[in-house]
């Protein structure tokens, strides 16, 4: 029996589902986070731990009879993909970004927008079948917005905040004492991946829902970034748009007042657009 394996895998971790060639799913799998570029060997390990799951659910088997599509992040760095394809097992293998998979699931091949805002951040538009992205280019030097972002720019708020050349706040003071000071900052800093950044997110959207200062200026900034992503993508004229990823649903409601009437809920995830293209190999 042909067995087809479609896997997501994002900043913060990978799912896998397996399913026969009517795309009945027949198992599923997690995995760590598989960013080809930051770390290809953890996000390769991530992958086949997800994928050995995921066929395990299925009754078990050799992941050398698998026909997959692996949507990753990083994968939009030609190099990192391909070290990724050359080190796979599987019968027939198809690599694209973790965003490329995440629009068409969410769209399908309908018109739209996807602002796909985890632990990193990247925005894509599909118009008359045609696809296009912007962003998503890590953390080092991009990703605005995205949970990782946030959680970085708390804690540059917090060394400018004790430097005294930003504004002081509760979040902001309780971020410095628990990291022991600017020195436990920096310390964090160093050795933190983007993950590890992005765990602080929700924290600060928590504290700016209840009015801390400090929150509310790294959460307008962050803001800032979305809009100006999405209006670039609209400016060829107004579709509408989906958010996705661990924060898509609350830039959403931030959003609703801008974008009334566009926001739509997405059709299927990252994973059911790996499955259908996967479903697709010869």
Known sequence: MALYL??????SGCRAVVADASGRVLGRGEGGPANVWTDPDGARASILAAAGAALAGAGGGALSDLRAVLGVAGANVPEAAG???AGLPFAAARIETDAF???KGALGEADGIVAAIGTGSV???QRGGAVRFIGGWGLVLGDQGSGAWIGRSLLEAALLAHDGLGGESPLLSAVLAEHGGPAGIVAFGQRASPADFARLAPR????????DPGAGAVLAAAEGHVAR???RLMAEGRVPVCFLGGLGPAFATQFEALYGGLIRPPAGSALDGALALALTLP
């Open 6 to 11: 479609g896997v997501d895998g994002g900043g």
């Open 83 to 85: 070290r990724l394809a």
């Open 101 to 103: 998979l995440a629009l």
């Open 123 to 125: 925005y894509g538009v």
């Open 204 to 211: 600060l959207l928590a504290a700016a829902a209840e009015g």
């Open 229 to 231: 992503a999405i209006d």
